[in-house]
């Protein structure tokens, strides 16, 4: 069975101003990279193109959201909700080395082929994306497994 | 001025998309690769190549590289700070720019792509 699943019901949990605020972040972002090309160059604006601006606004919000949903059960929330933020961090991390793929698909593809570039980049972007997630989970499950394994073999030997 | 509009709304429509879609996926870890999609990048070569051709939007994906490097090293440092530092999320995320910016300058410094 897929570990990946839809909850769509999390929609709810957001407030239209915060659908409000990324909107104007992501917009904002995307002028200010405009901007910075067309004054200093095509090779400085484009490091903006990875422009972690949106990141800041997504951890906050599922900070937040964490934050609230325990705080609804009586509870403090703090620390969920950092590690629910550190969680989304650690697949931007994963999802960098898709961006990395993009950008070099893209590079090589759009003097060829514009439709070719842009599909063929969101490609590579997905699978590097998507694979690496899979690689660091098994990689994780099998760390865990040999650690559980370690302790239990430990115990074991004390016991006789 | 119509085409920072453009821009504007084009920006915020790819960047809300990808915001939503990683809201409804989970688990969390898997939904923060979507906040590393590149939807400002969408949005941003689509107008560069309709604006100033295939060969500008090329040399911007060879800038973004180091953008996407230095974004792979952001993440980690979040996450550093929100687990060891205790940090909330918003100084985390805005403090760790500063590491963004350096990493990605240095290299685009370095692989000689700022002349």
Redesign the interface.
Same mark, same amino acid.
């Given at each position: 069975m897929s570990p990946i699943r839809f909850s769509p019901l999390s929609l709810k949990e957001g407030r239209w101003y915060e659908y409000l605020v990324r909107f104007a972040l992501g917009g904002a972002a995307t002028v200010f990279t405009g901007l910075i090309s067309s004054r200093y160059g095509a090779s400085v604006g484009g490091i903006f193109l990875a422009l972690p601006a949106i990141f800041c606004a997504s951890a906050t919000l599922i900070e937040k959201h964490e934050i609230r949903r325990k705080r609804e059960a009586g509870l403090d929330g703090r620390r969920r909700g950092q590690k629910a933020a550190a969680l989304d961090a650690a697949g931007a991390a994963l999802g960098a080395l898709g961006m990395l793929a993009f950008a070099i698909v893209f590079s090589l593809m759009v003097e060829r082929s514009i439709a070719a570039a842009f599909v063929g980049a969101s490609f590579a972007c997905l699978a590097v994306s998507v694979a690496a997630w899979y690689l660091r989970r098994n990689m994780r499950s099998i760390q865990r497994r040999q650690t559980s394994d370690r302790i239990s073999g430990s115990a074991v030997s004390r016991s006789r | 001025m119509t085409?920072?509009v453009v +821009?504007?709304?084009?920006?915020?429509?790819?960047?809300?998309a990808?915001?939503?879609l990683?809201?409804?996926? +989970?688990?969390?870890?898997?939904?923060?690769?979507?906040?590393?999609?590149?939807?400002?990048?969408?949005?941003?070569?689509?107008?560069?190549?309709y604006r100033?051709g295939?060969?500008?939007?090329?040399?911007?994906?060879?800038?973004?590289?180091?953008?996407?490097?230095?974004?792979?090293v952001?993440?980690?440092v979040?996450?550093q700070l929100?687990?060891r530092a +205790?940090? +909330?999320?918003?100084p985390?995320?805005?403090l760790?720019?500063v590491v963004?910016l350096i990493v990605?300058?240095g290299l685009?410094t370095l692989t000689g792509?700022?002349?």
């Open positions: - | 085409e920072y +821009r504007f709304v084009v920006g915020g429509v790819v960047v809300s990808f915001a939503m990683a809201d409804v996926l +989970r688990p969390k870890s898997f939904a923060g690769l979507f906040g590393a999609a590149p939807s400002v990048a969408l949005a941003t070569l689509g107008i560069a190549v100033h295939a060969g500008y939007a090329a040399q911007q994906t060879w800038a973004m590289m180091a953008g996407a490097i230095a974004l792979a952001y993440s980690v979040v996450c929100l687990i +205790r940090l +909330r999320a918003a985390a995320t805005l760790s720019l963004w990605a300058v685009l792509g700022q002349t």
